[in-house]
Nanobody, 125 residues
Framework: VQLQASGGGLVEAGGSLRLSCAAS????????MGWFRQAPGKEREFVAA????????DYAESMKKRVTIARDNAKNTAALKMNSLKPEDTAVYYC???????????????????WGQGTQVTVSS
């Protein structure tokens, strides 16, 4: 499956952004979807994940009060809505797809076999 992330940009602290991930090439509903981010000089970290059908979600503790993950299986898209952004949220955000069973999500980046190219989010103070 090919993934194309978009929606990043420059936003002031306290602002919001909605990232999108468009999938193509394979059956979208075969995959749980995840969002990860990587700041300069840091490891890639998990942000959120959603199961194939969209009923199960998982969030990193540091962000669970400020982000919402969703998917539209009819449109082969996933999204990450981020609110109350902070300068420390500045990073490249990646969407990823993990083939798995219904109702399953994972935080393990090694389980994600497909990755988008990333979209830059910069939060100014």
């Amino acid at each position: 499956v090919q993934l194309q992330a978009s929606g990043g940009g420059l936003v002031e602290a306290g602002g919001s952004l909605r990232l999108s991930c468009a999938a193509s090439g394979r059956t979208f509903t075969n995959y749980a979807m995840g969002w990860f981010r990587q700041a300069p000089g840091k490891e890639r970290e998990f942000v959120a994940a959603i199961s194939r059908g969209g009923r199960i979600t998982d969030y990193a503790e540091s962000m669970k009060k400020r982000v919402t993950i969703a998917r539209d299986n009819a449109k082969n898209t996933a999204a990450l809505k981020m609110n109350s952004l902070k300068p420390e949220d500045t990073a490249v955000y990646y969407c990823a797809a993990a083939e798995g069973v219904t109702g399953w999500v994972t935080r393990d980046p090694l389980r994600y076999g497909y990755w988008g190219q990333g979209t830059q989010v910069t939060v100014s103070s």
